[in-house]
């Protein structure tokens, strides 16, 4: 069992920076993949941007150059977001990908007006 708590989010203006933080508990392997996911209303979930364990990011090309991915173990992630426009606008999730079983978090609100 593994869970996910995401804390961060907030309402910014356009232009301004937040930082998303997820902290993993249970059974969590040191080989694994955690990364983050995004869902603005009536949209699907997409990738923002994800991090292995090993160091490989990949993002979104929407978010490069403005979002950064980051660990400090292989149990919390997370997102230093700036320059933030109104279509950064979602839930954003935490995601941990191990043995190819997702887990994810609750979700935090990331609101960004022009």
């Known amino acids: 069992q593994v869970q996910l708590v995401e804390s961060g989010g907030g309402l910014v203006q356009a232009g301004g920076s937040l930082r998303l933080s997820c902290a993993a508990s249970?059974?969590?392997?040191?080989?694994?993949?955690m990364g983050w996911y995004r869902q603005a209303p009536g949209k699907q979930r997409e990738l923002v941007a994800v991090?292995?364990?090993?160091?490989?990011t990949n993002y979104a090309d929407s978010v490069k150059g403005r979002f950064t991915i980051s660990r400090d173990n292989y149990k919390n992630t997370y997102l230093q977001m700036n320059s933030l426009k109104p279509e950064d606008t979602g839930l954003y999730y935490c995601?941990?990908?191990?043995?190819?079983?997702?887990?994810w978090g609750q979700g935090t609100q990331v609101t960004v007006s022009s």
């Open positions: 995601n941990l990908r191990q043995f190819n079983r997702d887990s």
């Open positions: 249970g059974s969590i392997f040191k080989i694994n993949n």
């Open positions: 991090m292995a364990s090993g160091g490989f």
